[in-house]
C-alpha cells in the first residue's frame, strides 16, 4: 500500500517555473508506475506526465517539453518540473501511482481505475 504526499504548488506568472514533488511511503520505486494528473476547474481530471519503474517517461502533449518528471529512488520521491507555465495549466495536480499499470497505461488511465492518490497540491499561473 502506497501514500502520496505532494508538495511545492504555489502561483506564478505566465513563462515561470515550478518544481512539485511528491513524497511516497512503502517500496513503491521498484515496483510502482507513479505519475501527476490535474484537475482544473469545471474539467476532468487529466494525466500530465507518468514514470514507470525502469524509469521511462510519457507526456501528455499539452506539456511536452515543458515538463519534465523523474524520481529519486533513494529517497522515494517523485518530482515534476514545470518550464514555461501557462495560464491553461492553471489546476490542482495529484500524485498518483499504481502497482498494475505501466507507465504508458497510467498515463491514459480513467482516475477512477488508478489505485493511489495524493491529496492535491494547488497551482495558478496568472497571465
Known amino acids: 500500500q502506497a501514500q502520496l504526499e505532494e508538495s511545492g504548488g504555489g502561483s506564478v506568472q505566465a513563462g515561470g517555473s515550478l518544481r512539485l514533488s511528491c513524497a511516497a511511503s512503502?517500496?513503491?520505486?521498484?515496483?510502482?508506475?507513479m505519475g501527476w494528473f490535474r484537475q482544473a476547474p469545471g474539467r476532468e481530471r487529466e494525466g500530465v506526465a507518468s514514470i514507470g519503474a525502469d524509469g521511462r517517461t510519457d507526456y501528455a502533449d499539452s506539456v511536452k517539453g515543458r515538463f519534465t518528471i523523474s524520481k529519486d529512488n533513494a529517497k522515494n520521491i517523485v518530482y515534476l518540473q514545470m518550464n514555461s507555465l501557462k495560464p491553461e495549466d492553471t489546476a490542482m495536480y495529484y500524485c498518483?501511482?499504481?502497482?498494475?499499470?505501466?507507465?504508458?497505461?497510467?498515463?491514459?488511465?480513467?482516475?477512477?481505475?488508478?489505485?493511489?492518490w495524493g491529496q492535491g497540491t494547488q497551482v495558478t499561473v496568472s497571465s
Open positions: 498518483v501511482a499504481d502497482e498494475g499499470r505501466s507507465w504508458w497505461l497510467l498515463l491514459r488511465s480513467r482516475p477512477d481505475n488508478i489505485d493511489y
Open positions: 512503502g517500496d513503491t520505486n521498484n515496483r510502482y508506475s
